[in-house]
């Protein structure tokens, strides 16, 4: 029985299929977040995550960027789904949330606690982090925009994660690049996210790819 397993084994090396060592194959990188990273109302292609990893491979990054968004998700559904949104042995976060909670008025001590809870357990599981910043309307007023304005910056301080500061910098109030809800991007407006945020997530992925 080992003289034939030792011919099968033989026969997939010379066909050039013998499985890949632990580690092996693309980055696993995982957008978690919500309407914004799940991609509503956009075609498959369209969405954040479709258009970071044809940049990031465009670039020569062997990297898989999973999308873990629900659209309407707050701070809160995403903490309740963190540990079976992101799997074990994922090279980085982006992490996308805030918006839901801002345009329903949400405290930002809640909101403040929630994402504090979910950079902890990133954290601890060794998971690298991008934090997206969100801003809040002006319409919710200058006390609120102050408040929810300084969670983030305050908490990539605090876990040292990098801060993308305003995940729809150079979309939002932009009719062009925009749905017809004025609220979400659109493929082109997606495409204008992806170049921002970009060089942030290639320094990321090239720390990741230093660590392994």
């Known amino acids: 029985m080992a003289f034939k397993h030792l011919l099968q084994a033989l026969a997939l090396l010379v066909l050039g299929v013998m499985p890949q060592p632990a580690g092996a194959g693309p ?11 799940a ?26 960027v999973a999308n873990a968004g629900v659209s309407g998700d707050t701070t809160s559904g995403g903490l309740a789904r963190l540990d079976w949104s992101v799997p074990d042995g994922t090279a980085l976060v982006i992490l996308e949330f805030g918006g839901n909670d801002m345009l ?13 809870a979910m950079l902890a357990r990133l954290k601890e599981r060794d998971i690298p982090v ?14 609120y925009g102050e408040a929810f304005g300084a969670i983030y910056p305050r908490l990539a301080e605090k876990y040292g994660v990098p801060l993308y500061p305003f995940f729809l910098e150079g979309v939002a109030g ?9 609220m979400h991007p659109n493929a082109a407006g997606v495409k204008r996210i992806v170049e921002g945020i970009l060089p942030m997530v290639e320094k990321a992925v090239s720390t990741s790819q230093s660590k392994s």
């Open 174 to 182: 932009n009719p062009a690049l925009q749905l017809e809800d004025a």
């Open 130 to 143: 991008l934090l997206a910043g969100m801003v809040a309307a002006p319409n919710l007023g200058h006390a």
């Open 104 to 116: 329903r008025g949400i405290d930002p001590a809640l909101v403040d606690k929630n994402l504090d």
């Open 27 to 37: 980055l696993q990188i995982v957008g978690f977040g919500d309407s914004l990273m």
């Open 39 to 64: 991609g509503y109302q956009l075609a498959p292609g369209d969405r954040f995550t479709d258009q970071l990893e044809k940049a990031l491979r465009d670039k020569g990054f062997d990297v898989s």
